[in-house]
């Protein structure tokens, strides 16, 4: 058992040295090189690559509390998200299967009423029972000339027969839940489509074996009581009925036969269950996936570097995101020369980001596209000019020179007051004519 464990261990150390990209390296894409989870969702670190047409993939389940909401395979070579609807259904389905086994097994270990049956110790339960089925036909032997030796004539050689293929039966079923526990190795350690149906057949075999057996024991029974009535009826002593009742009874190992049938039954069907119902699921996981790709393509449309926006901004924005904020800031919102496609930037705008919210991600991303050209369109076309002025006319000159004269004249008078007084207030000199 310990080899085993080692094996697969070594196993899967070898295989994550071939692939390109590890099983970190796949979560990191998924979880956080994208945008395709919402807050509160969790992912569960893949411990083994999955094969489908002969290439290997990380797939990386995306669970809300203990439900699968979609599967994300990247493929282990190139480290790229699969975005084939038909390798990822087949990867999903490789997915589910191994999902619902290590569920089901879960469950019967911590329920103390029904055992796993393809173990190593069931293995040994029917290889023993074989054993004491064979042990059984001497004492149908030991049975049978004793009988004939007090008088009761009986040929018990049908009942022998049946032994024999029974303890036959016993000894394929405990190969084949040899050959049952491999393929389930098998098919945990290197999941794929082909592996899983070698596992399912496998199990197959063992639950119609099993009740086929059971069957067998229950007709074989069913005729050592009839031989039990018949020897009740002879003319024998009760000592020696009593020891040829007590020698007929199937062995302890076979008699516990209807309680290994009953566990078989009980994992047949419950796993048959559980295989249809996430079939079933199928398609909602996949049309979550397109779902999950939608998101990440809007935010990438809002919010991831645009070539375009680059080259016709010359590097100065590289994002939707960037570029409305500087045409719709307030400063700026007015200013633009194309007022129409101002306003049809703002509305597309606001319309990608309320759809994007309520995960309308294909109206999102169509309205972010046409923010995007109505953007450019803005930002090309460029500001309103401005009209340059005028001048100052000849009139105004005169009007300001003529001005400005007069306040010389009025400082002049203001600043020559007092001997503009004196000349005013000045009398002229009187001429004596008379002289």
């Not at 259904?89 to 589910?96: I, K, P, Q, S, T």
């Not at 399912?200 to 005729?223: M, P, R, T």
């Not at 516990?256 to 079939?279: G, H, K, M, P, W």
């Amino acid at each position: 058992m310990k080899f085993r464990v080692f094996l697969v261990v070594f196993a899967l150390l070898s295989a994550s040295l071939t692939f390109a990209i590890s099983s970190n390296d796949a979560v990191n894409l998924v979880a956080n090189s994208n945008h395709f989870l919402y807050n509160d969702e969790t992912y569960t670190p893949p411990n083994v690559t999955m094969e489908t047409n002969d290439k290997e993939y990380w797939v990386v389940p995306l669970t809300a509390g203990n439900t699968v909401i979609t599967y994300f395979a990247v493929e282990a070579e190139s480290g790229e998200l699969s975005f084939s609807r038909a390798v990822n259904r087949d990867l999903f389905g490789v997915a589910e299967n191994l999902r619902e086994l290590q569920k089901l097994k879960a469950s019967i270990s911590s329920n103390p009423g029904v055992d796993w049956v393809f173990t190593q110790k069931y293995q040994t339960i029917f290889n023993e029972m074989a054993l004491e089925l064979n042990d059984e036909i001497f004492q149908v032997n030991t049975v049978e000339t004793t009988l004939n030796s007090e008088n009761f004539p009986v040929n018990l050689t049908s009942l022998k027969n049946e032994l024999q293929r029974m303890a036959s039966d016993a000894s394929e079923i405990s190969g084949k839940i040899s050959n049952a526990s491999q393929t389930e190795n098998d098919f945990v350690t290197k999941p794929s489509e082909e592996s899983f149906t070698k596992m399912n057949n496998s199990y197959d075999e063992v639950f119609d074996s099993i009740a086929s057996l059971n069957d067998a024991s229950l007709s074989y029974k069913s005729n050592v009581d009839k031989l039990k009535n018949d020897i009740s009826l002879a003319n024998l002593d009760a000592q020696t009925k009593s020891q040829l009742f007590s020698i007929l009874d199937l062995p302890q190992g076979s008699q516990a036969l209807r309680n290994y049938n009953l566990d078989a039954s009980q994992i047949n069907e419950s796993f048959d269950s559980a295989l249809f119902t996430s079939s079933l699921r199928r398609d909602s996981l996949l049309d979550e996936l397109d779902n999950r790709i939608a998101k990440d393509e809007v935010y990438n449309v809002i919010y991831g570097d645009n070539a375009k926006i680059i080259e016709e901004t010359d590097s100065k924005f590289s994002s939707l995101f960037e570029l409305q904020g500087y045409i719709l800031v307030p400063d700026n919102k007015s200013f633009w020369d194309n007022q129409s496609k101002v306003r049809e930037l703002e509305q597309d705008y606001s319309r990608a980001i309320k759809l994007e919210s309520e995960r309308n991600f294909e109206n999102a991303k169509g309205y972010a596209l046409t923010a995007i050209a109505a953007a450019l369109v803005v930002y090309k076309k460029g500001f309103k000019e401005v009209a340059p002025s005028s001048g100052i006319s000849q009139d105004f000159l005169f009007s300001i020179a003529g001005l400005l004269v007069i306040i010389l004249i009025i400082l002049y008078l203001i600043n020559n007051r007092g001997k503009i007084k004196d000349m005013i207030t000045e009398k002229p000199e009187e001429i004596d004519i008379y002289e």
